[in-house]
């Protein structure tokens, strides 16, 4: 009885569903801007439909004005959906223009040259203001690991600050200039000719 009832329900589907696949793409590539979208509506269409096919009526007439009032819901949860994301994305754009500050160049450049695992570091720590173990956490490692890392990281920056400006490379009491061995909230790495490389925020 179960696989009568089943093959009835399949032969619905075939009958008086399927055959209404280009009309409901044309539906909704009308009233949308994107045509992979619009194929995206009509397969959330037949989804529902093979899930409510015990509500598709036998009739093919009452069958199509059945689905194109699936459409309907369909297309509105999609046009909610889209209002929402211009929303967040204007939301977004605004943020990032008031509250994202620039990068400065020579930091960048400088950073640029160390080896991917260390730059992350430091740019999660003084560029994103995370802890160091908050860092390490981010990027799978132990917080032992990341201090070591950032110790190697600001040694080959230190070298790399020093080839590229050697005179700031020694303080004005003529003694050699370091990078902290520490990371601290406000601690800036920089340049005494050429001004910030690195803050921790």
């Not at 009835?8 to 793409?25: C, D, I, K, M």
């Not at 959330?44 to 096919?53: G, H, L, N, S, T």
């Amino acid at each position: 009885m179960r696989g009568a009832q089943r093959k009835s329900r399949q032969q619905l589907f075939e009958t008086n569903v399927v055959p209404l696949g280009s009309a409901l793409l044309n539906y909704f590539t009308r009233r949308t801007s994107i045509r992979a979208d619009a194929a995206d509506l009509v397969s959330e269409v037949f989804v529902i439909a093979w899930r409510r096919i015990d509500d598709v009526p036998a009739d093919t007439i009452a069958a199509k004005r059945w689905l194109y009032s699936v459409a309907r819901g369909v297309l509105a949860n999609y046009r909610r959906g889209e209002l929402r994301r211009h929303e967040l994305s204007a939301g977004l754009k605004t943020l990032l223009r008031e509250d994202v500050p620039p990068v400065h160049t020579r930091g960048a450049e400088l950073v640029s040259g160390l080896r991917p695992a260390d730059r992350e570091l430091l740019m999660l720590v003084y560029w994103d203001g995370l802890p160091l173990t908050e860092a390490a956490g981010v990027l799978g490692i132990r917080a032992s690991a990341a201090r070591k890392r950032a110790e190697r990281a600001k040694a080959r920056l230190q070298q790399r600050l020093e080839n590229v400006d050697p005179g700031g490379a020694r303080d004005r009491e003529g003694g050699e200039r370091s990078l902290p061995s520490t990371i601290r909230p406000g601690e800036t790495i920089d340049s005494p000719k050429k001004g910030k490389i690195l803050t921790r925020h």
